[in-house]
């Protein structure tokens, strides 16, 4: 019973952040979305931000497992182009993105929210910089941008995504820069060729 009422809190408290925002998501609120009595978010949970939070490590973890299998057979940049771009409208229309912008947003005014946030995305940049450097380590590209640059530019990318989709209620916009990285990609192939290794960091003398 203990885990259907800290499950049932959970699934609520993503709900009301998606579809009333952070500033509405109180303790009465969730509680009543979950159909349980308010005191219960804060024995279980020991406040409303931890509970919110909690919701957030549920949407990350659904969407780890989507990225994963996205990823998981890209061998070149087009590939990972054409799985983000299925990434995004996934997380968008899973609510996802209005989930993590809210709690983003949140931790302007209230700065206590902003090392939760960091730790959570951590593992987040640590993925994105290992698929790359799969995919693109030992290349020109990979010298000129490392992975883990790369890695805080889609960061950077998908934090504004977020914020955006508020003013791009048709999605044009975005999809038109995922569409304009579709058309990059195939050009920047030479610059994803890996090099040849040297051996012993020096040529082989001639004999």
């Known amino acids: 019973m203990t885990v259907d009422t800290k499950e049932r809190l959970i699934s609520a408290a993503g709900t009301v952040l ?17 159909g349980v009595n308010s005191a219960l978010v804060f024995y279980h949970f020991g406040g409303v931000d931890p509970l919110l939070f909690a919701a957030l490590d549920q949407s990350s973890a659904e969407r780890m497992a989507v990225l994963t299998e996205a990823v998981a057979d890209c061998r070149t940049l087009e590939d990972l182009v054409v799985a983000g771009t299925r990434v995004y409208r996934h997380d968008l229309d899973a609510g ?10 949140a931790a302007v005014a209230k700065p206590e ?10 593992p987040w940049m640590a993925f994105i910089e290992a698929t790359l450097e799969r995919v693109i380590g030992g290349s020109p590209l990979a010298r000129l941008t490392p992975p883990r640059d790369l890695a805080n530019a889609a960061i950077t990318f998908y934090l504004g995504v977020n914020l955006f989709t508020v003013l ?8 038109s820069v995922f569409a304009m990285a579709r ?25």
Do not use: M, W
């Open 168 to 175: 791009d209620a048709d999605r044009s916009r975005t999809e």
């Open 113 to 122: 929210l902003r090392e939760e946030i960091r730790t959570r995305a951590e």
């Open 183 to 207: 058309r990059l990609a195939p050009r920047a192939r030479l610059l994803t060729r890996r090099l040849p290794a040297r051996l012993g960091g020096k040529r082989r003398a001639r004999t």
């Open 18 to 34: 998606r579809t009333q925002g952070y500033n509405k998501s109180s303790a009465r609120t969730i509680a009543k979305e979950a």
């Open 96 to 105: 996802h993105l209005t989930l993590f912008a809210e709690l983003v947003a």
